[in-house]
Structures are given as C-alpha cells and as structure tokens.
C-alpha cells in the first residue's frame, strides 16, 4: 500500500514556475515507476510526465516537452514537477500516481495509486 501527497499548487501567472511535490508513504519507491497526470477544467485527465524511479528514464507529453521536468529524491522518497514557462492551458488538477510494474507507462490505467491531486491556476 503507497499513500501520495501532494503539494505546491497554487495561482501563478503566465510565465511563472511551480514545483510540485508528491511525498510518498507505505512503501520505498525505488524499483518502481511513477507519474504526473492533470486533469484540465471540463476535461479528461490526460497524461504529463513519468519516470522510472530507480533509473531515471522519462517520457514527458508533447504539450509540456521542454517545459516541465519530472524528478525524484530517493532519500525524501518524493516526486517532483518542476513546471516552468507556465501557460493558462496548464490550469488543472495535478496528480501523482505510482506503478507498481516495470517500465514508464503513460495511460493512467497502468498505475496503481494516486494521490489526492493538487490545483494549479495560471491567469494570463
């Protein structure tokens, strides 16, 4: 059983920087896979970011490629979002998820646990 935290939302302006935070609990992180999805206003949740936690292998979707890096500290066992560049288009909910089977995954029904989510607002 993982439990996942999230922090670092908040309302920013086009342009700006936040760095999510997702803290795991339960279990270590290390030989697994984790990711970021978000979930925009009106939307379906969609694919961001995913990493493989021991190897450090990433894959980033088209719409944030260059703009946001996906990262993790083994010691604090937490995922991280950096989001720079900000857009009104990345107005969503973010949530971290974990999978628990070898290899990045980009469809949500890969991954096992999910945290809570956490709002980002970006006004132009």
């Known amino acids: 059983q993982v439990r996942l935290v999230e922090s670092g939302g908040g309302l920013v302006q086009a342009g700006d920087s936040l760095r999510l935070a997702c803290a795991a609990s339960?279990?270590?992180?290390?030989?697994?896979?984790m990711g970021w999805f978000r979930r925009p206003p009106g939307k379906e949740r969609e694919f961001v970011a995913a990493?493989?936690?021991?190897?450090?292998?990433?894959k980033y979707a088209d719409s944030v490629n260059g703009r946001f890096t996906i990262s993790g500290d083994n010691a604090k066992n937490t995922l991280y979002l950096q989001m720079n560049s900000l857009k009104p288009e990345d107005t969503a909910v973010y949530y971290c998820?974990?999978?628990?089977?070898?290899?990045?995954?980009?469809?949500?029904?890969?991954?096992?646990?999910w945290g809570q989510g956490t709002q980002v607002t970006v006004s132009s």
């Open positions: 339960g279990r270590a992180l290390g030989w697994y896979n």
């Open positions: 998820a974990v999978r628990m089977a070898y290899g990045v995954a980009l469809s949500q029904n890969q991954y096992d646990y």
């Open positions: 990493i493989n936690w021991s190897g450090g292998s990433t």
